[in-house]
């Protein structure tokens, strides 16, 4: 079975600095790693995925992840937070059995001025 | 394009009542659909997963029920809602066509419960 953790649940920067967020998985497959934003009081917004191919996939606004098998790591990426940027950023993945997506537990960003 | 609607958008319900949320995707044929909870300060819970029309797959026992009516259209139900059954319940559906894995879910906007 597969599992995803993301590294705190709550990341702090000050706009224009650099944003990570972390994930790391578990899965006994290649597997397919995505994404999600959430704004308050809303559903989740897909920012990127990897499927296969390039292991720098870049999304929707001007974030980017980089997928390391050896480190089995999928570590989320903003070169210059925005305050827009605040919101809950989930990981998440899933296996070639399906399209069932687990997911990690969240990381709450906030981006002070 | 597709879209998915999600209603209603919040309901307050007392402990002991009944509960039907509904779920429909418009723009789109067979495809997955989710049943995900999101309880407060943390991540997302799948409940029920169903790949077409009366098939329902449940993650999680619990007093919470699915159902598929129509291809496009997932309810949520319970005959009697618990305290811990607040939280916020989200609706996807991602293609039902086999692509070798990696499909997207697609997310509605959610519906906010809580049981007083």
């Known amino acids: 079975a597969q599992s995803v953790t993301q590294l705190g649940s709550h990341v702090s920067v000050s706009e224009g600095a650099l944003v990570l967020l972390r994930c790391n998985y578990s899965s006994s497959v290649p597997p397919y790693l995505f994404w999600y934003v959430q704004y308050p009081n809303q559903g989740l917004q897909l920012l990127l995925k990897y499927t296969t191919g390039a292991t720098l996939v870049k999304g929707i606004n001007g974030f980017e992840a980089e997928f390391k098998k050896s480190e089995t790591s999928f570590h989320l990426t903003k070169p210059s937070a925005h305050m827009s940027d605040a919101a809950e950023y989930f990981c998440?993945?899933?296996?070639?059995?399906?399209?069932?997506?687990?997911f990690g537990e969240g990381t709450q960003l906030t981006v002070n001025p | 394009s597709q879209t998915i609607h999600q209603w209603p958008a919040t309901l307050v319900q007392p402990v002991g009542s009944p509960l039907s949320l509904e779920c429909t995707v418009e723009g789109t044929s067979n495809p997955n659909l989710y049943w995900y909870r999101q309880a407060a300060g943390r991540g997302l819970q799948l409940l029920f997963y169903?790949?077409?029309?009366?098939?329902i797959s449940s993650e999680v026992p619990q007093n919470l029920s699915a159902s598929r009516p129509q291809d496009r259209q997932f309810i949520l139900s319970s005959k009697k809602l618990l305290l811990s059954d607040s939280g916020f319940y989200l609706c996807a559906w991602s293609t039902g066509t086999w692509a070798g894995g990696g499909e997207t879910q697609y997310f509605g906007p959610g519906t906010r419960l809580l049981v007083l």
């Open positions: 169903s790949v077409g029309i009366g098939q």
């Open positions: 998440a993945v899933s296996v070639t059995s399906g399209s069932r997506l687990t």
